[in-house]
């Protein structure tokens, strides 16, 4: 969404003006000219007016008294006072571009989100970067809308399946908890998710229980699990060891899970070899020079599986877990150590290596589930 074609206008009127009478009075830029609405503008001057601006906002007031002010009429006077008391200068996420507007959400615990409006353009066609991107901008109130003073910062940053889906979760968490806020200075409403009709299910006559060994999977699922545990365990004894094993049921607990969980068809034996085939490869188990190391023909022959078959189920497998390089929650310690991904957290804005930061901070990073260690206390241990 965008200003119409009157408020666009009426945006950069009361823009250049504020910005050529601030420079007029405190000489910040020299031999600045007057930017006129429609005339291309020299963005470096106006910028640097602009940011000094924002360190003194009450210059808004000074151009609000001086007597040319009496040119202004009541809505241009009161969204300059509304530019003064409401502006909000941060950095931000754009999480999503929605029909009505983008919303920018802040690094806020819980995380503030504000539906803004693009001026002339929708912010989805000016923004260099795909959603979600992280952006420096002003925020203004405008009438009964949220928009940006013209210029917005952007980072060349991307961020992996893991942070993306960190965002997804914080901004559905604020949007459902605080909700959106679309009018400056007017309380957000929560925006409920929707119940979703459910299609009548045929039950099946009995579901039998049985005990899980402290896996927490649906009860419904307790004997499927518990037979295709029982044979990724003896693989793992047999070829393998106990850190490989932990995660193969980690990764299986997590498919039966899922709703309705792919487990509930398919043979036991070969959803085993599927599992182990998969968690092994995204290892580097077929790497001869890894301490553990095996073929994927060993692997499917063990299982009396071809090798196609176990290749296909652990294809399957690989796009449900989303097991990748940069996806740390399958991996082994040691590669979970190397990997760079597992410790980039964002600080004050900023994405870092949490391991150069303070032992405060990677406390604070673990405490929130967000590394699987600190890691000065694992350093403490390797020297003891």
């Known amino acids: 969404m965008m200003l119409s074609k009157s408020e666009i206008e009426l945006f950069y009127k009361l823009w250049c003006d504020l910005i050529w009478s601030v420079n007029q009075k405190h000489k910040i830029v020299s031999g600045f000219k007057k930017p006129v609405y429609g005339v291309r503008i020299v963005e470096e001057p106006f910028i640097a007016i602009r940011s000094k601006l924002w360190e003194n906002p009450q210059w808004i007031d000074e151009f609000l008294n001086e007597k040319e002010s009496g040119e ?100 559905e968490e604020s949007k459902e908890t605080i909700g959106i806020v679309e009018i400056m200075g007017v309380s957000p409403i929560p925006i409920k998710q929707q119940p979703v009709a459910k299609k009548p299910k045929t039950l099946p006559l009995a579901t039998i229980v049985v005990d899980t060994k402290g896996a927490d999977v649906p009860k419904s699922m307790s004997a499927r699990y518990m037979a295709v545990a029982d044979i990724i365990e003896k693989f793992c004894d047999e070829k393998l060891n106990n850190e490989y094993k932990e995660i193969c049921l980690k990764a299986l607990a997590k498919l039966c899970r899922k709703r309705p969980s792919p487990l509930m068809s398919g043979k036991a034996q070969t959803w085993a070899c599927g599992i182990i085939y998969a968690i092994g490869a995204s290892n580097f188990i077929f790497d001869k020079t890894q301490p553990l190391n095996m073929t994927a023909s060993e692997i499917a022959e063990w299982f009396n599986l071809s090798k196609s078959t176990a290749h296909n189920k652990a294809t399957e497998i690989n796009k449900l877990l989303d097991l990748s390089y940069f996806n740390t929650e399958f991996q082994l310690k040691k590669l979970v150590d190397k990997n760079p991904m597992t410790w980039y957290v964002t ?30 206390d694992e350093k403490t241990d390797e020297t003891i």
């Open 347 to 376: 600080v004050n804005g900023f994405i870092v290596d949490v391991r150069t930061m303070p032992r405060k901070i990677q406390e604070e990073a673990f405490h929130k589930g967000l590394i699987p260690y600190i890691p000065t």
């Open 72 to 171: 202004l009429n009541e809505l241009e006077c009161s969204i300059l006072k509304g530019w003064r008391k409401d502006f909000i200068k941060n950095r931000f996420i754009i999480a999503k571009h929605l029909p009505k507007y983008t919303v920018f959400m802040t690094f806020d615990e819980p995380s503030k989100l504000y539906g803004v409006c693009g001026i002339s353009n929708p912010i989805k066609e000016t923004a260099p970067y795909p959603a979600p991107c992280i952006v420096d901008a002003v925020l203004l109130p405008f009438k009964d809308k949220i928009i940006y003073d013209s210029f917005i910062g952007t980072y060349p940053v991307t961020f992996d399946k893991n942070l993306k889906n960190s965002i997804k979760e914080s901004y």
